[in-house]
């Protein structure tokens, strides 16, 4: 089985605080591949900031995505659906503190897919997670937005040369 990762799709990403046009642009594309995954039975994960005051990246950034704040919900367009998992991290790699390890292995993932901001930020990182664990890593790079076109395309190599990550597109699926 796979699964497609949706990094950080909330409001302080997309149209909030730290949001972008690029970041505004990806979700009719992730809105699409939701609908692909859905109708093939892939297994859908949201991993989404849902930071604490003590968390290291508020000494970082500030505030933001702060849990159970509006800033921190996945943006209405590419809400989760019934059967659809939400894990909230609380840095930067989605396996890091998180259940994402265990719940890809209780339903048989081998191949996951990630989708989201930041491609140069918490995509990279929890590409890395991914890697590191032994999955084979897929980023589909024209559903990323970077924190700027050249960091989003630096980590997009990065990826894929340091992690062996697939880089396709979300017409190749």
Request: hydrophobic share 40%; net charge negative; charged share 25%.
């Amino acid at each position: 089985m796979d699964a497609l990762l949706v990094v950080d799709m909330i409001h302080d990403f997309v149209d909030g605080k730290f949001g972008s046009k690029q970041a505004q642009a990806l979700v009719p594309r992730i809105k699409k591949l939701l609908e692909k995954f859905r109708e093939r039975g892939s297994l859908i994960i949201y991993v989404n900031d849902a930071h604490r005051n003590t968390d290291p990246e508020i000494k970082i950034w500030g505030a933001h995505a702060m849990k159970n704040e509006y800033g921190s919900k996945v943006v209405e367009d590419i809400a989760p659906s019934k059967g659809d998992i939400v894990i909230e991290k609380h840095t930067y790699d989605g396996f890091l503190f998180t259940d994402l390890e265990s719940v890809l292995i209780s339903y048989g993932v081998k191949k996951v897919y990630i989708v989201g901001v930041a491609t140069d930020i918490c995509v990279m990182h929890t590409a890395y997670g991914a890697f590191a664990r032994g999955f084979d890593v897929y980023v589909v790079e024209d559903c990323c937005a970077g924190t700027t076109d050249d960091a989003h395309a630096h980590a997009i190599e990065y990826v894929k040369k340091i992690y062996g990550a697939h880089i396709i597109r979300s017409d190749e699926i």
